[in-house]
């Protein structure tokens, strides 16, 4: 069901807020030992909430536009007094003080927060397998990985044990997962949603975003969460649109462009990429006019990412010393001593590979030759998009080269996990909205991604080309089973 189809059953008065919540907890407690998307759920919290808002429809009060519905965040945004950890030791048990701007916006709208989903430690993963906290599986398939760092957010919504979520997109940690379970999944603008209250690994490549089965709800959701925010500078003072608004408009006279780079790469999977181009005309079949472009330098976006994202984490996780928050160990003979010994215990293995690379690019000697050799990079791959938008108003792509791949298959082997993100990267350098949607499914059924691209701000124009397609190929339907089997 979409929100607008939960708010009808609610206004009737054929549901109430309250068993809407219970079903979501029932099914949390049937199908998350097995997956394992929550670090923690919200059980009494979130009743309470439905009965108050069961007990305002009664008295005929107005209601906000999410009131009841039940929404997972990932645990890397502030939720105050509720445990919130990255899904790393060194975080284990601090209780923010404060909310993040995205979930107090989400409250405001009567969004009940049923809980907190797992992921990659501090978002640094492509698979939720670095999580100190046991990794997530993915619902299509249980051997098979749900993407990262979000994956907890997109397989709980996979799963139905929630009815929208959200994440955080740094490199295409809410775009790979959502392809990978087969749910919608968008990263609008760098400057679109306030990171207040988002615990930091890239600063200038984070971004909030929503997951949802459907187009109208992720609409919706960036709907709230959108807007100018006083303790985000980054935030832009510009007019949110209706987004809702721009669905149900067609398509025709738009030009949707193929880029090339994309489906010659060696890694792309052919079923992937026959689905995708099979994608592209449906778009086509409802009058948008396909080109073939090029931008040059799109698959530079990862070596670029891997120098500029690192070094930033680098400065970013600096703050866990041990001394004001967070893990410490507590039999040190010194400050030096308490301070290495609580971040080589807090930390995990791929966070402490990817601070060691941040700080040699960063270091004397280097930082000329490999940091501002990458930020150059970058505003290549912008000046490439700005050249694409010029003659087309949609970019299209695959959203992952493959399918889900197997657990444990890229554990040890970092630079296959690194290279899942070839697709989704540059979007993030260039600051650029994109969405994954699904388009298909390979042989053994599991889902296939389609990543759209926007230009800046332009997130309307995406979500409508989004809404068309989901309209006519009508995959979104089809969800997955949950008798689990190993």
Known sequence: MTFEDLRQKLTSGEVSAKEIVQEKINRINELDPTLNTFLSVNSQSALDQAEQIDNQRASGA???????????????????????????????????????????????????????????????????ETSAFGPTLNPWDINKVPGGSSGGSAASVAAGLCFGSLGSD??????????????????????????????????????????????????????????????????????????????????????????????????????????????????????????????PRFNDGIATYYVIAPSEASANLARYDGVKYGFRFNEAQSLIDMTSKSRALGFGSEVKRR????????????????????????????????????????????????????????????????????????????????????????????????QLISNVFDEASLLQVASQFEIAAEVSKKRPKTDFTY
Not at 192 to 217: E, H, K
Not at 409 to 422: C, G, K, R, T
Request: aromatic residues 8%; proline residues 6%; charged residues 20%.
């Open 62 to 128: 107005d209601l906000p536009p999410l009131a009841g519905i039940p929404i997972a965040i990932k645990d890397n945004l502030c939720t105050k007094g509720i445990k919130t950890t990255c899904a790393s030791k060194i975080l284990g048990n601090f209780v923010p003080p404060y909310e993040s701007t995205v979930t107090e916006r989400l409250k405001k709208a009567g969004a009940i927060m049923i809980g907190k989903t797992n992921m990659d430690e501090f978002a640094m993963g492509s698979s939720t």
């Open 355 to 450: 601070i060691l690379i941040g700080t040699y690019a960063l270091s004397a000697g280097y930082v000329d030759a490999y940091y501002k050799k990458a930020q150059q990079v970058r505003t290549l791959i912008r000046n490439d998009f700005e050249e694409a938008f010029k003659k087309v108003d949609i970019l299209l792509t695959p959203t992952s080269p493959t399918t889900a791949f197997g657990a444990g298959e890229n554990v040890d082997n970092p630079i296959a996990m690194y290279l899942s993100d070839l697709l989704t990267i540059p979007a993030n350098l260039a600051g650029l909205p994109a969405i994954s949607l699904p388009c298909g499914f390979d042989k053994s059924g599991l889902p296939i991604g389609l």
């Open 170 to 295: 740094t490199g295409g940690s809410i775009r790979q997962p959502a392809s990978f379970c087969g749910v919608v999944g968008m990263k609008p603008t760098y400057g679109r949603v306030s990171r207040w209250g988002l615990i930091a690994f890239a600063s200038s490549l984070d971004q909030v975003g929503p997951f949802a089965t459907n187009v109208s709800d992720a609409a919706e959701i960036l709907q709230i969460i959108s807007g100018k925010d006083d303790f985000d500078s980054t935030t832009v003072d510009i007019p949110v649109p209706n987004y809702i608004d721009y669905l149900s408009k067609p398509i025709k006279g738009m030009k949707i462009g193929l880029i090339d780079n994309c489906f010659e790469h060696e890694g792309l999977s052919s079923e992937v990429k026959k689905t995708v181009l099979k994608s592209a005309l449906v778009l086509e079949s409802l009058g948008a006019e396909i080109v073939n472009l090029s931008c």
